[in-house]
């Protein structure tokens, strides 16, 4: 057997379980039942204060931002705050928007600094990249999206995802903090997999079981120099009593391409059908982000977006977002 061959057959031993009800409670949600204040989180004046006095605290305390830890500070109003958030993103709609630092106030270190604390009241800052990356600038870096090179260190447009769909061990949680948005484009958009899933199931349910079994991904050469550059698992899985979804259409039609394989019909008509409903604006929140907005959104139920952005032309004003992934599985790093 080959190594593609050994690939492809690593989930096949596994029993696989369809879900043919339809998913219920909050996170089961479409743009017209969606209220307008629906996971915005406000920064509250007594949060805001804390963070004044810890801005003011780095100031005469300088410290690397992946050394500070949540221990070091006494913060009760930003971690009910932050609780909340947890709960929204657990019990909820499954994303939330903090709403907003104040950027003409601080510096951009120290609102990353800022943002790494309170995003630790949620869950575990992990390593984003094989090489131990925790802190990982979204920025057009100029090049165009390929193998090797994420979609989002580029100015392109992005199909709805999961990140690190493509590798071994991917975030709970996705947060992004906003400190500058794009000139023009670069609009947001979040869907719930589980309602796209519930279409369909009430409009395909013939394609169902197929997402259940292994499909290919590109590594995106996330991996130690040995290793496979292929991956292969199911688009949505059943593990310890949830569905869990891991989407990247782009990494999965270059994946096969790698293989030098072509997708039975099957295999094709399921991804592309999911990839459609998707895409129907009903399903999908927008936003635009704002300067200082933090955005966490639940990497394992619902995906994430964006439409491609044209950058301001000075160097200081272009389009630059910070990411952390979140995960109390496993291990910091980037395989868990």
């Known amino acids: 057997m080959g190594a593609i061959e050994r690939i492809l057959a690593e989930h096949h031993d596994e029993s696989i379980r369809a879900r043919d009800t339809p998913f219920e409670g909050p996170v089961v949600w479409r743009r017209d039942t969606l209220a307008p204040d629906d996971g915005i989180i406000a920064l509250d004046a007594g949060s805001r204060r804390e963070l004044d006095e810890l801005v003011d605290t780095l100031r005469r305390n300088p410290l690397a931002t992946p050394l500070l830890h949540l221990d070091d500070f006494d913060l ?8 909340r958030a947890r709960a929204i ?3 909820g709609v499954g994303f939330v928007i903090v709403d907003k630092l104040p950027m003409d106030d601080y510096t951009i270190d120290e609102a990353r600094a800022v943002y790494w604390l309170l ?3 949620v869950s575990r800052p992990v390593a984003q990249s094989w090489d131990g990356k925790v802190i990982y600038d979204v920025r057009d870096m100029g090049k165009p ?13 992005q199909n709805f995802h999961t990140d690190n769909s493509y590798n071994l061990c991917p975030p709970d949680y996705v947060a992004l903090l906003c400190l500058r948005p794009a000139m023009e484009g670069g609009i947001s958009s979040i ?9 369909l199931l009430a409009s395909h349910p013939d394609l169902i079981e197929r997402l ?10 996330e991996h130690a120099p040995d290793d496979a550059r292929l991956i292969s698992h199911p688009l949505f899985q059943a593990h310890e009593g949830r569905t869990l979804c891991r989407l990247s259409h782009r990494h999965v039609v270059t994946g096969y391409e790698m293989a030098g394989q072509e997708m039975d019909d099957l295999t094709k008509t399921a991804l592309y059908t999911l990839e459609s409903i998707m895409m129907e604006p009903r399903w999908s929140r927008e936003f635009f982000f704002e300067a200082g907005q933090i955005q966490i959104v639940d990497n394992t139920r619902l995906g994430h977006r964006r439409t491609g952005f044209v950058d301001y032309p000075d160097e200081d004003r272009k389009r630059h977002l910070v990411r952390l992934w979140l995960r109390n599985r496993g291990r910091r790093f980037y395989n868990g």
């Open 145 to 157: 999206p390929g193998n090797g090179v994420r979609p989002d260190i580029t100015n392109a447009e």
């Open 212 to 221: 259940y079994q292994p499909y290919l991904f590109d590594r995106q050469r």
């Open 191 to 199: 869907v719930s997999f589980y309602s796209v899933y519930n279409e």
């Open 76 to 83: 009760p109003a930003c971690r009910a705050m932050m609780t």
């Open 119 to 121: 995003a630790q009241m």
């Open 89 to 91: 993103l657990e019990h």
